[in-house]
């Protein structure tokens, strides 16, 4: 069995503001700059993040809770974890989980979606590195 390599982390967590879109989107071309992303699949991951965001957002409008990003960095793929509040994308009969669905199906590698502590969801973004 192949032992998992340590990965470098780093980690935001962002106030409930519409503004901290443009922090996101410098840290994740940041993040995947340092990767050995393209400039496409760190667009993919800024479509994806946007999206994420923006559920946070719609669900949180009179609240208090902060949005957390971590960016866990491979040497064959770049992990993105989000946690806040909002929309499960599980949920096969709200129309707005199906489009992001759409969306993070198109821009990701591959996504996955849990439930967290109380009303939060976690939301893993994977993106392969290809040399």
């Not at 503001?17 to 443009?22: F, K, L």
């Not at 990767?35 to 667009?43: C, E, M, P, R």
């Not at 923006?54 to 957390?68: G, K, Y």
């Not at 949920?91 to 439930?115: G, M, T």
């Given at each position: 069995?192949?032992e ?14 519409d ?15 340092r ?8 667009d ?5 993040l946007d999206?994420?965001?923006?559920l946070?957002?719609?669900?949180t409008?009179?609240?208090?809770s902060?949005?957390h990003?971590?960016?866990f ?18 949920n096969?009969n ?14 990701c ?10 009303d ?12």
């Amino acid at each position: 069995m192949a032992e998992e390599q340590a990965a470098d982390v780093i980690s935001l967590t962002l106030p409930h503001m519409d503004e901290m879109r443009t922090v996101i989107r410098l840290t994740t071309v940041a993040v995947a700059s340092r990767t050995g992303l393209t400039i496409d699949q760190a667009d993919d991951l800024n479509t994806a993040l946007d999206e994420l965001s923006r559920l946070f957002h719609e669900s949180t409008i009179n609240n208090e809770s902060d949005f957390h990003i971590e960016y866990f960095i491979y040497s064959d793929r770049l992990e993105v974890i989000t946690i806040g509040p909002g929309h499960s994308l599980t949920n096969n009969n709200a129309e707005i989980s199906r489009y992001s669905r759409f969306i993070l199906e198109n821009v990701c590698d591959s996504y996955e979606n849990h439930p967290f502590k109380k009303d939060d969801q976690l939301i893993k973004l994977i993106k392969y590195i290809h040399r």
